[in-house]
């Protein structure tokens, strides 16, 4: 599992680190995004949805994690 820290960034930076973490991901990896907005959050899943990864986001306290897996 690789994990990226979008925490204390800016919209679209998460949604851009994502993309570009995306790109390098084999068939059945997962990518772990660590988030502190409910904006990014949500960016984050929806982008990860229409690039046709499966997402979901859990929420821990002020941290939000959204965990990305290749199909």
């Known amino acids: 599992m690789k994990t990226i820290d979008t925490t204390g960034l800016s919209c679209p930076e998460p949604v851009v680190r994502t993309r570009a973490a995306?790109?390098?991901l084999a068939a059945g990896e997962?990518?772990?995004v660590l988030v502190?907005?409910?904006t990014a959050r949500?960016?984050?899943l929806r982008t990860a949805r229409s690039?046709?990864?499966d997402a979901v986001a859990a929420d821990q306290g002020s941290?939000?994690?959204v965990t990305i897996?290749?199909?």
């Open 22 to 24: 995306l790109q390098n």
């Open 30 to 32: 997962v990518l772990q």
């Open 36 to 38: 502190d907005t409910v």
């Open 42 to 44: 949500e960016n984050v």
């Open 51 to 53: 690039l046709n990864y």
């Open 63 to 65: 941290s939000m994690t």
């Open 69 to 71: 897996t290749k199909k």
